[in-house]
Nanobody
Framework: QWQFVESGGGLVQPGGSLRLSCAAS????????IGWFRQAPGKEREGVSC????????YYIDSEKGRFTISRDNAKNTVYLEMNSLKPEDTAVYYC?????????????????WGKGTLVTVSS
């Protein structure tokens, strides 16, 4: 049975860093494009970043470029999101998801497997 488990969230001060992990079981992440999404309180879910099976990375939010880095470790069947210089507006539940189309496309259509999310709170 497939499972996607996010971890690494928590409370961090502005300017701090976190590394989120997304560990998969029941399927192999190497055959999927993996995306990170987030949903802040009272807001719609938005795409954060995506990595294709060819390790081509995409970042969807201008403010995160240069601060966030997505990567995958196929041996561990895990995808990561390194977040630096965190801001209060980064506060959200972060989800990972897998898209069998293997490439990254805008939006969340096509993402088949979803994790339950991990909460990131950026606050002093």
């Amino acid at each position: 049975q497939w499972q996607f488990v996010e971890s690494g969230g928590g409370l961090v001060q502005p300017g701090g860093s976190l590394r989120l992990s997304c560990a998969a079981s029941g399927f192999t992440v190497n055959y999927y494009a993996i995306g990170w999404f987030r949903q802040a309180p009272g807001k719609e879910r938005e795409g954060v970043s995506c990595i294709s099976t060819f390790n081509r990375t995409t970042y969807y939010i201008d403010s995160e470029k240069g601060r966030f880095t997505i990567s995958r470790d196929n041996a561990k069947n895990t995808v990561y999101l390194e977040m630096n210089s965190l801001k209060p507006e980064d506060t959200a539940v972060y989800y990972c998801a897998a898209d069998p189309r293997r490439q990254c496309f805008p939006g969340d259509y096509g993402f088949t497997y979803w994790g339950k999310g991990t909460l990131v709170t950026v606050s002093s």
